[in-house]
């Protein structure tokens, strides 16, 4: 029997996502290996939601944001039963490795399949860019760029009616996506999980730029922050600027990835491949200092990664 390597998504979706899926694709076909592209996250598995992936069932997607095998959070993979289901599908198929592209969920059951015997690869896919592990998730650069154009659009109309703009962007417990889109859109403030959020000083750093002919101001808040209809409310009572609030939301996830998230999908899907064929399992792929490394699972997951104090400073101090 030809030896084969399963590839799924898992957990919310990502631009790139489909660039690293015809990366492994493509890569494990050069090796000689069949390809299975399991559907809707580890359901799939359990399900029987399988279909196989030829050199050109993967044409025509590096460009397309979602996920052609679509993705899910399977509840039933956390059950023995689940995951029992799960290995006796991968010895069906025999299948010599999974890639599993999502977050550290993801990884958490990539790890548990692992231990089973279906050695696992893990790929940071998530836009929120909070895998400790790597510097980089496929995806994040993509939400960054979407979260800026609309960013740039509220300036306008936040501009003509002088008018204070709370913009919430996505990033579960994460501020990364705000610091970035904070200081790219030139944002008055930032407000991320990270660090304590102070809204009277906010109101005093609005008001004293007020005074200066400053007109219009944005500012950008991380989901992970709390009620952003109380905080727009409240930088509107502290600093008497007219606010509106922007809820970006699911437009964060979609549309064509960037050359980035295109670029670091295809590198980390080819890594995984190559892990695989050396008989490697329990692994996640990341990216340190520009280069792609990996990482046992476990002691991915027990990583933590420091916030951009730096950027967050800079991104304070030059708007006032
Ligand atoms: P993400 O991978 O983006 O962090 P989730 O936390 O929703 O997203 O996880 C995606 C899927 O991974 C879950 O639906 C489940 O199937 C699997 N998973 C999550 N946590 C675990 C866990 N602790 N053990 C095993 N599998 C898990
Ligand atoms: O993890 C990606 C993400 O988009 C987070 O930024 C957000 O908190 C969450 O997923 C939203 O999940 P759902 O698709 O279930 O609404």
Known sequence: MQKAIGVLTSG???PGMNAAVRAVTRAAIRKGYKVYGIQRGYNGLINGEIVELGV???SDIIQRGGTILYTARCLE???????QKATQKCRELNVEGIVVIGGDGSFRGAGDLSARGVPCIGLPGTIDNDIACTDYTIGYDTAMNTAIEMVDKLRDTSQSHDRCSVVEVMGRNAGWIALNVAVATGA????VPEKPVDLTAVAEKIKKAHETQKEHFIVIVAEGCGDSKKIADDIAALS???TRLTVLGHVQRGGMPTLRDRVVA???G???VELLSRGASNRVVGMKDNKIVDFDIQEALAMSKPFDDELYRVCNEITF
């Open 12 to 14: 919310g979706d990502a």
């Open 56 to 58: 050109r069932d993967v």
């Open 77 to 83: 993979f956390k059950e023995e039963s689940g995951l």
């Open 188 to 191: 008055i403030a930032c407000l």
């Open 240 to 242: 008497g600027i007219d």
């Open 266 to 268: 295809s590198q980390m």
């Open 270 to 272: 080819y890594h995984a």
